[in-house]
């Protein structure tokens, strides 16, 4: 930050320097800073049409109307139940993999190359292959029924079928799909642990079990507790992985998220309405904002103990 | 690590007891090989199934005894698959080139140029960084509908032309190139430009190529905004292509070609994946941990 270039400070060189930031302050200005105010401006527009760009008034009718939405707050409480079901699962399923694989030495780096393939898997695309094994036609049972059948139990419909089977597939193939990233960062977590404290452990003749909460645990908790509050902020923001799953009419499948609800408001076939739309994103945010506040509160707690 | 402690707990040398530790974790972590490489096995199994033996399977089999390329024919001939390849391959070729440009300017110029207000730039810059895209998103829909941009690629590719974290990620790397380098051009009389773009560009290559990849993965799964933008499938990208081809192509349930469909679609990123994975890792990794 103190280098001071050859150009100096002089208006010339500010002129320089700005010239350079251009084209990013005015992409950002456009497409981040300015949406980001409008969307509040929109949505406290009540009535606002976007063929004649007008509005009745101002207030708080569209947060209201938005609340009172069944299809939202069936979107609210689908967004609820998978962050409830999928974060601790994937956290904690990802904390054993990486647990794993750092103690294996043979394989381990083809391990690394095949745990992170599906982050770079179309999520439309392989959510059809998911679709196509939990599901059941009149042709065929698909593969999860038959594995199920095999065991005595009765086939379920897991796309159209029940509640909680059609939940069941949307968070194996979210936890599926965010697990890459969790192993990933916990492995260079774990990696990055001095293998001093290790062998100190070691001389002392620590068990295992003391070992890992004592020393493993100690050391990469801020890891652990970052990814517990970035999976909250990506589980309360799923979409794309509910339509690969169940396709874009959510509402009729009774799966929409809030994310969804934000776009269908905005767009399709009972789109049209960005003031609604712009009230349901800042409901979200605001529930977002207030569960990553929480858990900063609770890391730091924790972290001072 | 783990390793260490089971030592600690054998001391002595029940090897038995090491070599049962080791299996375990082999074990585990082989079925989760499993869980993540079979969905892959899979499309690529139904894909080489032809139509007719699919639908005969009420079993599903696990290997194809006829295996065809009917299904992949299908693909780019009975639907648009190959416009919606080549949409994406132009969509991120642009993007990726335009954001380029955008954001090793704006690096240089936090990184090396000195000038009033950078460091509070730099900041709001960073502050950006937190604000998630759905918030944003409504706004730029209606901007890009007002400006008639809907189904053309300026509209596609404009809101995704700058991004802060790459920003961030060339400049800490061009910090990291010693000053005596730019005072050496100053003193040749090189100009600004000519040194970044002779110098620390190609310095800095390894970065630059990691931001490249990443933003190539990004665009290539890009789906939100597309689907939001795009209702002429002339337009379509792969995500929403794919979607289309579920909800309305190949008439009813013809799985094995949808599966030859999804194999298209995969199969660049798998590539770019492999070649690249230790870059890709190290680069998703930095994201994570920022910086």
Same mark, same amino acid.
């Given at each position: 930050?103190?280098? !001071?270039?050859?150009?100096? $400070? ?17 992409f ?8 980001l ?35 939202f707050?069936q979107a ?67 593969l999860?029924n ?19 089977? $059609? ?19 916990l ?14 452990? $070691? ?5 295992p ?11 990469i ?15 309360? $923001? ?40 712009? !009230? ?26 | ?6 030592r ?15 299996? @375990? ?14 969905p892959?096995?899979?499309?690529? &199994? ?14 599903p089999k ?14 780019f ?16 070729? &642009?993007?990726?080139?335009l954001m ?84 050496? +051009? ?9 040194? &970044? ?18 933003k190539? @993965? ?38 094995? +070609? ?14 770019l ?5 230790n ?13």
């Open positions: 930050m103190t280098k !001071s270039g050859v150009t100096g $400070k002089g208006i010339k060189g500010t002129l320089h320097g700005w010239l350079y930031l251009l084209p990013a302050m005015i950002l200005g456009a497409f981040m800073v300015y949406p105010i409008d969307v509040f401006v929109y949505s406290f527009e009540e009535g606002y049409n976007s063929a004649s760009q007008s509005y009745f008034g101002v207030g708080s009718y569209n947060y209201g109307y938005v609340l009172r939405d069944r299809y707050l609210i409480a689908n967004t609820l139940i998978l962050v409830i079901i999928t974060v601790p699962v994937s956290t904690g399923l990802s904390l054993l993999i990486s647990l794993a694989l750092s103690s294996v030495k043979f394989l381990q780096k083809l391990f690394r190359t095949v745990f992170f393939l599906p982050y770079v898997t179309n999520t439309l695309a392989v959510g059809l292959v998911f679709m196509i094994l939990f599901q059941k036609t009149e042709y065929t049972d698909g999860v038959l594995i199920i059948e095999s065991f005595g139990w009765n086939a379920v419909d897991f796309i159209s079928g029940p509640y909680w089977a $059609k939940m069941l597939v949307l968070c194996v193939y979210v936890i599926w799909i965010v697990m890459p990233f969790k192993i990933l960062i492995t260079s977590a774990l990696a990055s642990v001095n293998p001093v404290y290790y062998k100190a452990a $070691k001389i002392d003749g620590t068990s079990l003391r070992t890992f909460t004592k020393i493993t645990l100690p050391m908790s801020p890891m652990i507790f970052y990814l517990v509050i970035t999976g909250f902020i990506g589980a309360f $923001k799923a979409y794309s992985d509910v339509v690969a799953i169940f396709g874009t009419n959510l509402n009729a499948a009774g799966m929409n998220t809030i994310v969804g609800y934000v776009y269908d408001m905005l767009y399709g076939d009972g789109g049209g309405y960005p003031s609604y739309a712009s !009230s349901a994103a800042i409901i979200l945010f605001a529930i977002v904002l207030t569960i990553t506040v929480v858990n900063l509160i609770v890391s730091r707690r924790k972290a001072y103990n | 690590m783990y390793r260490h402690m089971s600690t707990a054998i001391g002595t040398g029940t090897s038995v007891r090491k070599h049962a530790v080791r299996t @375990i974790m082999y074990i585990f972590l082989g079925i989760w090989a499993v869980i993540v490489l079979f892959f096995y899979w499309m690529i &199994l139904t894909s080489f199934k032809s139509y007719a033996s699919y639908m005969g399977e009420h079993l696990f290997y194809c005894s006829d295996p065809t390329f009917r299904n992949y024919v299908d693909a001939t009975q639907v648009p698959l190959a416009k919606y390849f080549i949409n994406t391959v132009v969509f991120t070729a &642009l993007t990726t080139a380029l440009m955008v954001i090793v300017f704006a690096a240089y110029a936090f990184a090396r140029l000195d000038f009033k207000g950078k460091n509070i730039m730099f900041v709001a810059f960073l502050a950006l960084m937190m604000i998630p895209n759905e918030l944003v998103i409504i706004t730029n829909f209606v901007t890009i509908t007002d400006m008639n941009l809907r189904n053309t690629f300026t509209g596609l590719i404009l809101p995704s032309v700058t991004s802060v974290f790459y920003i961030y990620l060339l400049k800490e790397n061009f910090e990291q190139v010693p000053d005596e380098l730019y005072y050496a +051009a100053k003193i040749d009389g090189t100009s600004d430009l000519r040194y &970044l773009f002779k110098v620390l560009v190609p310095i800095c290559r390894p970065t630059v190529i990691t931001v490249i990849i990443l190539v @993965i990004e665009c290539w799964n890009s789906y939100v905004w597309p689907r939001l933008i795009t209702d002429d499938p002339n337009y379509f990208l792969v995500s929403n292509g794919i979607q289309e081809i579920r909800e309305n192509g190949f008439g009813r349930e013809n799985i094995p +070609a949808m599966m030859a469909a999804v194999v298209v679609v995969s199969i660049p990123l798998v590539i994946f492999l070649v690249f994975r870059r890709i890792m190290e680069g998703i990794s930095r994201e994570g941990t920022k910086g």
